[in-house]
C-alpha cells in the first residue's frame, strides 16, 4: 500500500490557499492605502516589472517540460520551483501597484479615468478582445493555483504518475495564465497615466 501521508499532510494548506488568495487579492484590489490616510505613490514602475515575470514565468514553464521530457529531472524541478516563486512575485507586485494606484481603463486615451464615446469608438472591437483575454486569464488565475499546488506536493510526494497525470491539465493552464497576463499588459500599457 502506498503511503500518501505527505498529500495528505497538504490537502488541507491547499484547499485553504486556494481560497484564501483569491479572496485576499479581490479585497486587497479594492482597498488603496489613501483609504485609510496613508499617503504612497502610485507604484507605477511595477506593471512593467511584473508582466516580464508572467513572461519569465512562462519561459520557466516551458522550459521545465522540455528539461523532463529530455530526462532531467533536477533541472525540472528547479525550474518549476522558480516559476512558482516567479508566479509569487508577480502576485506581490499585482497586489502592492493595485493597493497604490487606481485601475488604468482599457481605451482611457486621455487618461481622465472614463471611456467615453470617442474613446470606444477608437478602439473598436478591440475591446472585447481584451475584456475577454483579461477575463479569461483573471479566471484561470484563480482555477490554476489548486492544480499547482497539487501537482508540486505529487511531486515531492514522488507519486510521478499521479504527477503526470495533473501536469498535462496544469501545464497549459498556468501557460495561457502567463502569457496572457502579458498579453494584457501589453494591451493596457498605452493607456496608463
Do not use: C
Not at 505613490?41 to 528539461?67: C, D, H, K, Q, R
Not at 481622465?112 to 475584456?131: N, Q, S, T
Not at 503526470?164 to 498605452?190: D, E, H, N, Q
Request: net charge positive; proline share 4%; charged share 15%.
Amino acid at each position: 500500500m502506498e503511503d500518501h501521508s505527505l498529500e495528505k499532510k497538504y490537502n488541507k494548506l491547499i484547499i485553504a490557499v486556494s481560497i484564501i488568495i483569491p479572496v485576499a487579492v479581490g479585497i486587497l484590489f479594492v482597498i488603496k492605502l489613501k483609504d485609510f490616510g496613508i499617503n504612497v505613490e502610485p507604484l507605477s514602475f511595477l506593471p512593467p516589472i511584473y508582466a516580464t515575470t508572467n513572461g519569465l514565468t512562462a519561459i520557466a514553464l516551458v522550459l521545465g517540460v522540455i528539461a523532463i521530457k529530455n530526462g532531467k529531472q533536477k533541472l525540472h524541478e528547479r525550474l518549476m520551483t522558480s516559476a512558482i516563486a516567479l508566479s509569487l512575485a508577480f502576485l506581490v507586485m499585482y497586489v502592492a501597484y493595485h493597493m497604490t494606484a487606481d485601475s488604468t481603463k482599457f481605451g482611457d486615451l486621455n487618461h481622465d479615468g472614463i471611456v467615453d464615446a470617442i474613446e470606444k469608438a477608437k478602439i473598436g472591437a478591440l475591446r472585447y478582445l481584451y475584456v475577454f483575454i483579461l477575463l479569461t486569464h483573471i479566471i484561470l488565475s484563480v482555477v490554476i493555483i489548486p492544480f499547482v499546488l497539487v501537482t508540486y506536493v505529487r511531486a515531492l510526494a514522488q507519486r510521478f504518475d499521479k504527477h503526470r497525470k495533473i501536469a498535462r491539465i496544469t501545464f497549459p493552464l498556468w501557460l495561457y495564465v502567463a502569457v496572457t497576463g502579458v498579453i494584457v499588459y501589453l494591451m493596457i500599457s498605452p493607456y496608463y497615466a
